[in-house]
């Protein structure tokens, strides 16, 4: 990643999406500490043969936490999402070097639409955790444990929040995953 000091010594643009930014390993504990004190809906999806992804709904996007449970590689892993931290959306982004206090990029980034960060701080604060739609876009965001799904979802996601953009469909329909006793009541366990 880049220079400590400068959005990219946290945040990497990702070849994932054009919406998609990878946090670095420094990174990921203020992240994480982050979401902790806000109140966002969350899901996540627990399958046994497929990595572990714990998502949370912020602004056009969110944040996905990967955690692959196989350490072996094996045929078709190529599509697998890497273990890591992922940002999904210009939104979630902007959001987060601003509540980090992280050099934001002084120009949008290619793709990025024009926004308010004062707008966007006050729409994130007035989101409650329990609105249906923003349970439902955690839901969406849990879904991505391979790179064709999170490419879906970011797009998906980027279109329904962007002026003159078609939205795009819903995620492919998966099985319910138990509750994980480590969430408290309330958040979402989504179809995993």
Known sequence: MGV???????FGRSALASTVFEVAPVGRPRVREWLAAQSVATAWTRD??????DAWAVADGGVLAVARWSPARSAGDEDMLPSGLYVVGFGAFRLLTAALEVPRPVRPLPGEPLADLDALIRAHEAVSPTCREAVEQAELLATCVDRPTLRLVAGALHAATTPGRPAVVSAPVRQPSPA?????????????
């Open 180 to 192: 994980h006793r480590g969430h408290p009541p309330g958040t979402g366990t989504l179809a995993g």
């Open 4 to 10: 400590a000091g400068e959005w990219t010594g946290l």
């Open 48 to 53: 046994p043969h497929a990595p572990a992804v």
